[in-house]
């Protein structure tokens, strides 16, 4: 993923003709657009996408054409007639693993017509957290493709030889990799230009400036008896932005202290 503060300029709207083993209309409903971000997803359960990436505004770009989403079937590429993916773990112990000659054929697949600038990336709880250095990352490059584990994971050799980033949601551990998938793309994919239609807002919400958001407030401008603060009210721009920093630097040293050091360190700097 580059580092680079500036995204590609990118040529939206082209159609790419790649070859393939598998008829077009099988493998996604909307032809490969040059210049449009992508995910791909290798999983267990293809019915499980877009999920709710197919909603809202996410969604709503989906069919624009603002991003574009491909799931590749890992049990397609099973062994025998029962179409294995699994076997035990190598020196015993619980659960299954999924193999690496079922996940080799399906990355290989999938990574098809990629660029160097498209990431392979297996969600896994021992990977590097996500955060929104690592979105901003993300939506520069030209796609990325998420294998999606299950079981007790995946083969290591695979990720050896793959070179495959490994990220985690969080330090918790979860049935299989196909929410924290849709996490992060849902996180990337609002970063991408027109999406949200408002690209201040992607400015000034929460970790964007390495502090947590404001509090926010809306009509009626009393409720429950509290009000809405004064300064928000008074019209002086000025002043209300200072109110918003102050609130947004109280928030992070109180609730997230981990976020205040490195914030405090990155302005001496």
Same mark, same amino acid.
């Given at each position: 993923?580059?580092?680079s503060?500036?995204?590609p300029?990118?040529? &939206?709207?082209?159609?790419?003709i790649?070859?393939?083993?598998?008829p077009?209309a099988?493998?996604?409903? +909307?032809p490969?657009?040059? %210049?449009?971000?992508?995910?791909?997803?290798?999983?267990?359960?293809? %019915?499980?996408?877009? %999920?709710?990436?197919?909603?809202s505004?996410?969604?709503?770009a989906?069919?624009q054409?603002?991003?574009?989403?491909e799931?590749?079937?890992?049990?397609?590429?099973?062994?025998?007639?029962?179409r294995?993916?699994?076997? +035990?773990?190598?020196?015993?112990?619980?659960?299954?693993?999924?193999?690496a000659?079922?996940l080799g054929?399906?990355?290989e697949?999938?990574m098809? %017509?990629?660029?160097?600038?498209?990431? @392979?990336?297996?969600?896994s709880?021992?990977? *590097?957290?996500?955060?929104?250095?690592?979105?901003?990352?993300l939506?520069?490059?030209?796609? !990325? +493709?998420f294998?999606?584990?299950?079981?007790?994971g995946v083969?290591?050799?695979?990720l050896?030889?793959?070179?495959?980033?490994?990220?985690?949601?969080?330090?918790?551990v979860?049935?299989?990799?196909?929410? !924290?998938?849709?996490?992060?793309i849902?996180? +990337?994919?609002?970063?991408?230009p027109?999406v949200?239609?408002?690209?201040?807002?992607?400015?000034?919400e929460?970790?964007?400036?390495?502090? @947590?958001e404001?509090?926010?407030?809306?009509?009626?401008?009393?409720?429950?008896?509290?009000k809405i603060?004064?300064?928000?009210?008074?019209? &002086?721009?000025?002043?209300i !932005?200072?109110?918003?920093?102050d609130q947004?630097?109280e928030?992070? *040293?109180t609730?997230?202290p981990?976020m205040?050091?490195k914030w405090? !360190?990155?302005?001496?700097?």
């Amino acid at each position: 993923m580059t580092s680079s503060d500036t995204p590609p300029q990118k040529s &939206h709207g082209r159609k790419a003709i790649r070859p393939t083993f598998k008829p077009r209309a099988l493998i996604t409903d +909307t032809p490969d657009l040059v %210049g449009v971000w992508k995910a791909k997803i290798l999983t267990l359960f293809p %019915g499980a996408f877009p %999920g709710l990436l197919g909603e809202s505004l996410t969604g709503k770009a989906l069919q624009q054409g603002l991003w574009q989403l491909e799931t590749f079937d890992l049990r397609e590429h099973g062994i025998g007639k029962h179409r294995n993916v699994d076997d +035990t773990p190598a020196g015993g112990g619980a659960g299954m693993v999924l193999r690496a000659d079922v996940l080799g054929p399906a990355i290989e697949q999938a990574m098809q %017509g990629t660029s160097g600038n498209w990431p @392979l990336i297996y969600l896994s709880p021992r990977g *590097r957290r996500m955060d929104q250095q690592m979105m901003q990352n993300l939506a520069r490059c030209d796609g !990325a +493709t998420f294998l999606c584990g299950r079981f007790e994971g995946v083969d290591e050799r695979v990720l050896e030889h793959y070179n495959i980033l490994e990220v985690s949601l969080g330090d918790f551990v979860m049935t299989g990799g196909e929410l !924290a998938a849709q996490a992060m793309i849902d996180a +990337t994919v609002r970063l991408i230009p027109g999406v949200l239609g408002n690209q201040a807002s992607t400015e000034e919400e929460s970790h964007s400036s390495g502090l @947590l958001e404001h509090p926010q407030y809306t009509r009626p401008a009393e409720w429950q008896g509290r009000k809405i603060p004064d300064i928000l009210m008074s019209g &002086h721009h000025g002043k209300i !932005a200072e109110w918003r920093e102050d609130q947004s630097q109280e928030i992070t *040293r109180t609730r997230r202290p981990d976020m205040w050091e490195k914030w405090q !360190a990155d302005k001496s700097s």
